[in-house]
């Protein structure tokens, strides 16, 4: 059978699955589609979890980001894992115990105002939105590159399978559906890196593989790396980082704003009790680990495999002819992530680093006129795998359909608290509080609706910051509702001007920070520096580990605007003692 | 919960949390990022110490961590009486 006709059938199968689910899992009540019934056992929830935070970049580019950042980039698998550490002994218990629907919710209670619902809103919507976006362009970026449609179509068809299971289902539906998606991403994610680590180290587990030693020579897989790209002028893959500072701040900003995101926080709402949320969060971890562990073994063993493709004997001998690279080479450069110009018109790929001295004489020498390895895209590393490693067509349409499962699931988790913020907080909450559960369940649907269109339509019109991610989504996630949680669980005396203008000083820093790099709401040429590289950023702190200062000043001017004010009335007191213990958490749910 | 038994249960609490958040740290931050370069000799197969923390090392860590908080607490509910059976 045909590349194409499997792909097809793959990922047709993946869907049908999830139409199926769909129709399965329909939600009754609003405490099935905002919460799934909180019946979700907490091994299901931890894998749900999982699905729901691995994203499209987590699967197709986080492998790559390290392969070409080496040692840094340990500052995202560090990050995106050590977040849950923080959300599981300081956020998820409580907030479960708190036993309400929603983030905005426990901030608007917590802090007995609807200024501080709203400003959670706003934060909740933007982080989400932004998020969202890049799910469904890699939705319509994995349909044209594995089943060659358009990004449109793919994004249309994407958008369907969402609309049935989460306008249906709610968090019912996303819940069972990413439980199968994690299965399909994990198993599409190891097959790959197990035959690769096997290739290259002998040994089947990648882990292992990552410490062991590279077969064919028998020293070090790291040192046999090291020498292949250093030979090429790039920089050590093991080597000491360029800022120590700034790689612990960008890791703890990614760890804070991990256990501020929404739509994994809503997740520990539908777990029966508190000790379940303690379990289901380690049990998330265990399965993000499953690739999290994984993915820096595949990134170096790309990152050698690619190069010794190349070049095949070393630099000291020439590099492969351009008529002889193997199909995958010419597969990828038909969707432009790998190019080809032969500047020096001699047939074979010289690809080094150019900017290096030490290359510039080499190049002199040899005749060699620039890198001719023009564009090295880094999902490369991901996407390519099964054919580098020369697996059957079976195992590319299962990257295929794990990539899409990734986007998907994300999508529904982010979809999920868009909607509930607005039917939930902004609707029932603030607008019109007299609304029956039946209206509310009918307002969460059209919301999860409007939610989708709004998404795809910016899926396909990509604005300025939906390629700020990392620095938007989790700098406001880390700056403004990670520390009101925190805050309003373990102390008492925190209240609501304190809250509020906490949140509104850590998202302000936070926000003017970013935007001094990288422009006025991302708008080119409208920053306060020429560009965000390390020489302009302040002790050099680039905007994306900023997050961590944000949260720092939120702390910081709640703690003395509350002290400056009168303390939070008795009831809400009580209310953190009540949230403080676990007992009554099943009371609590019948809200 | 203003008894002394139930301040008791809170302060145990905030020692396990500080305790976990501490070996957190340490394994991260310590060992993973501003401690590599005095690691530098040790290895771990074919990779240093600091490198394998910061890449492997401390997601397991991680993990340990977060059962050994939900052992430790669902100890702590019992023990002050406030678990939810």
């Keep these: 059978m045909d590349l194409k006709t499997m792909t097809y059938l793959v990922v047709g199968a993946t869907f049908a699955l999830y139409i199926g689910i769909a129709f399965w899992a329909r939600a009754g009540s609003t405490g099935e589609f905002y919460a799934a019934g909180r019946g979700i056992h907490p091994v299901a929830n931890g894998m749900a979890t999982a699905a729901d935070w691995m994203s499209a970049a987590s699967f197709i580019s986080m492998a790559g980001l390290i392969a070409f950042q080496g040692y840094e980039g340990a500052k995202f698998l560090m990050g995106w894992t050590g977040g849950y550490v923080l959300l599981a002994l300081l956020l998820a218990p409580y907030l479960r115990k708190f036993g309400k629907f929603t983030v905005p919710e426990f901030i608007g209670d917590r802090f007995y105002s609807n200024m501080a619902r709203f400003v959670a809103i706003i934060c909740l919507i933007v982080i989400s939105v932004t998020y969202v976006i890049g799910q469904m362009r890699?939705?319509?970026?994995?349909?044209?590159?594995?089943?060659?449609?358009?990004?449109?179509?793919?994004?249309?068809?994407?958008?369907?399978?969402?609309?049935?299971?989460?306008?249906?289902?709610?968090?019912?539906?996303?819940?069972?559906?990413?439980?199968?998606?994690?299965?399909?991403?994990?198993?599409?994610?190891?097959?790959?890196?197990?035959?690769?680590?096997?290739?290259?180290?002998?040994?089947?587990?990648?882990?292992?593989?990552?410490?062991?030693?590279?077969?064919?020579?028998?020293?070090?897989?790291?040192?046999?790396?090291?020498?292949?790209?250093?030979?090429?002028?790039?920089?050590?893959?093991?080597?000491?980082?360029?800022?120590?500072?700034?790689?612990?701040?960008?890791?703890?900003s990614l760890m804070i704003g991990t256990a501020g995101l929404p739509h994994v926080i809503i997740r520990f709402f539908t777990v029966p009790k508190v000790s379940d949320a303690r379990w289901s969060a380690g049990w998330a971890l265990v399965f993000i680990a499953l690739l999290y562990t994984v993915a820096p073994a595949v990134g170096a063993m790309a990152r050698l495999n690619v190069t010794?493709?190349?070049?095949?004997?070393?630099?000291?001998?020439?590099?492969?002819?351009?008529?002889?690279?193997?199909?995958?080479?010419?597969?990828?450069?038909?969707?432009?992530?790998?190019?080809?110009?032969?500047?020096?018109?001699?047939?074979?790929?010289?690809?080094?680093?150019?900017?290096?001295?030490?290359?510039?004489?080499?190049?002199?020498?040899?005749?060699?006129?620039?890198?001719?390895?023009?564009?090295?895209?880094?999902?490369?590393?991901?996407?390519?795998?099964?054919?580098?490693?020369?697996?059957?067509?079976?195992?590319?349409?299962?990257?295929?359909?794990?990539?899409?499962?990734?986007?998907?699931?994300?999508?529904?988790?982010l979809l999920l608290a868009i909607s509930s913020s607005i039917s939930h907080?902004?609707?029932?909450?603030?607008?019109?509080?007299?609304?029956?559960?039946?209206?509310?369940?009918?307002?969460?649907?059209?919301?999860?609706?409007?939610?989708?269109?709004?998404?795809?339509?910016?899926?396909?019109?990509?604005?300025?910051?939906?390629?700020?991610?990392?620095?938007?989504?989790?700098?406001?996630?880390?700056?403004?509702?990670?520390?009101?949680?925190?805050?309003?669980?373990?102390?008492?005396?925190?209240?609501?001007?304190?809250?509020?203008?906490?949140?509104?000083?850590?998202?302000?820093?936070?926000?003017?920070?970013?935007?001094?790099?990288?422009?006025?709401?991302?708008?080119?040429?409208?920053?306060?520096?020429?560009?965000?590289?390390?020489?302009?950023?302040?002790?050099?702190?680039?905007?994306?580990?900023?997050?961590?200062?944000?949260?720092?000043?939120?702390?910081?001017?709640?703690?003395?605007?509350?002290?400056?004010?009168?303390?939070?009335?008795?009831?809400?007191?009580?209310?953190?003692?009540?949230?403080?213990?676990?007992?009554?958490?099943?009371?609590?749910?019948?809200? | 919960m203003e008894n002394d038994s139930g301040k008791n249960y809170w302060a145990a609490n905030i020692r396990l949390v500080t305790v976990l958040l501490c070996i957190w740290a340490f394994v991260s931050y310590g060992m993973g990022i501003l401690l590599r370069p005095a690691l530098e000799g040790i290895k771990v197969g074919g990779v240093d110490l600091g490198f394998w923390m910061a890449q492997q090392g401390s997601i397991y860590v991680f993990i340990i961590l977060i059962f050994v908080y939900a052992v430790m607490m669902n100890g702590l509910d019992r023990q002050y009486n406030v678990d939810e059976e």
């Design chain 1, 138 to 252: 890699g939705v319509g970026v994995a349909f044209s590159r594995f089943l060659e449609v358009d990004v449109a179509t793919g994004l249309f068809t994407g958008m369907g399978i969402v609309f049935l299971y989460a306008v249906l289902g709610g968090m019912k539906g996303i819940t069972y559906t990413q439980i199968a998606q994690y299965c399909v991403l994990i198993t599409a994610y190891t097959i790959p890196a197990i035959f690769i680590s096997m290739n290259l180290t002998g040994t089947p587990l990648p882990q292992l593989g990552l410490i062991g030693n590279y077969q064919p020579e028998g020293i070090p897989l790291m040192q046999k790396i090291n020498q292949t790209i250093m030979d090429l002028g790039f920089k050590q893959y093991d080597g000491p980082v360029r800022s120590q500072l700034d790689m612990t701040l960008y890791t703890l």
């Design chain 1, 308 to 413: 010794t493709t190349i070049w095949p004997n070393g630099v000291q001998e020439a590099p492969i002819e351009y008529a002889a690279v193997p199909q995958w080479f010419k597969t990828w450069e038909k969707t432009g992530l790998l190019k080809f110009e032969d500047k020096n018109n001699d047939g074979k790929i010289q690809f080094y680093n150019d900017k290096s001295d030490a290359m510039t004489t080499l190049a002199g020498e040899r005749g060699w006129e620039g890198n001719e390895l023009v564009k090295f895209d880094r999902d490369i590393m991901v996407l390519a795998n099964p054919e580098i490693a020369g697996l059957p067509n079976w195992v590319i349409a299962l990257v295929a359909a794990g990539g899409l499962a990734a986007a998907l699931s994300t999508a529904a988790g």
């Design chain 1, 425 to 591: 907080d902004l609707l029932k909450g603030i607008l019109m509080p007299n609304i029956t559960e039946g209206t509310e369940l009918l307002a969460a649907r059209i919301s999860m609706a409007g939610a989708i269109a709004v998404a795809g339509y910016f899926g396909l019109n990509p604005p300025g910051f939906a390629a700020q991610v990392v620095a938007l989504a989790f700098g406001l996630a880390a700056s403004s509702i990670f520390p009101a949680l925190m805050m309003g669980i373990f102390s008492k005396r925190i209240n609501s001007h304190g809250a509020i203008l906490g949140m509104i000083a850590g998202i302000g820093v936070t926000l003017a920070y970013i935007f001094a790099y990288k422009g006025m709401f991302f708008i080119k040429g409208t920053g306060l520096f020429p560009a965000s590289t390390p020489e302009y950023w302040i002790m050099g702190v680039s905007p994306e580990a900023f997050g961590a200062i944000g949260a720092l000043v939120n702390f910081v001017v709640a703690y003395f605007v509350s002290m400056a004010t009168a303390p939070p009335p008795k009831e809400i007191q009580d209310l953190v003692e009540s949230i403080r213990v676990p007992r009554g958490a099943g009371a609590a749910t019948e809200h």
